[in-house]
């Protein structure tokens, strides 16, 4: 299930976005609508990012520090999965200068379980 939606963990929900294989132009549309659906929600939630066999071009990494920056005060806890290997650097390198603090995990389930804590 690639694209976005609300789903039930341990009681409480979380806004699922799986990126998973995507390539730059559906990421980018994904990510627009994710973000407008997190506004029209409007209000705190969990957020999940799957970004498994995905590479962050230059616009991706543009396009999610502004989703972030968007939706920074309805967001309680972000998590993603699929950062591995040289993704993992400049995903570390990425919180650090977009103030974004999701936590990278090995896998949705560990994710998920993190988020409802």
Same mark, same amino acid.
């Given at each position: 299930?690639?694209? *976005?939606?609300l789903i039930?963990?341990?009681?409480k929900e &979380?806004l699922?976005? @799986? *990126?998973?294989g995507?390539?730059?132009?559906? &990421?980018?549309?994904? +990510?627009? %609508?994710?973000?407008a659906?997190?506004?029209e929600?409007?209000?705190? +939630? =969990?957020? =999940?990012?799957n970004m498994t @066999?995905?590479?962050?071009?230059?616009?991706?990494v543009e396009?999610?520090?502004e989703?972030?920056? $968007? $939706? #920074?005060?309805?967001?309680?806890?972000? !998590?993603?999965?699929g950062? $591995?290997g !040289?993704?993992?650097? =400049?995903?570390n390198?990425?919180?650090?200068?977009?103030g974004? #603090?999701?936590?990278a995990?090995?896998?949705?389930? %560990? !994710?998920? @379980?993190?988020?409802?804590?």
């Amino acid at each position: 299930m690639a694209g *976005y939606s609300l789903i039930n963990h341990k009681g409480k929900e &979380i806004l699922y976005v @799986d *990126y998973t294989g995507m390539g730059k132009d559906e &990421i980018l549309k994904v +990510m627009d %609508d994710a973000t407008a659906y997190a506004l029209e929600l409007n209000r705190p +939630m =969990l957020r =999940l990012s799957n970004m498994t @066999d995905v590479f962050a071009v230059k616009e991706v990494v543009e396009k999610a520090k502004e989703s972030g920056k $968007t $939706t #920074n005060h309805l967001t309680i806890k972000r !998590a993603a999965v699929g950062i $591995t290997g !040289a993704k993992k650097v =400049l995903f570390n390198a990425f919180n650090r200068f977009s103030g974004n #603090n999701t936590r990278a995990f090995d896998s949705v389930d %560990d !994710a998920k @379980d993190w988020l409802v804590i």
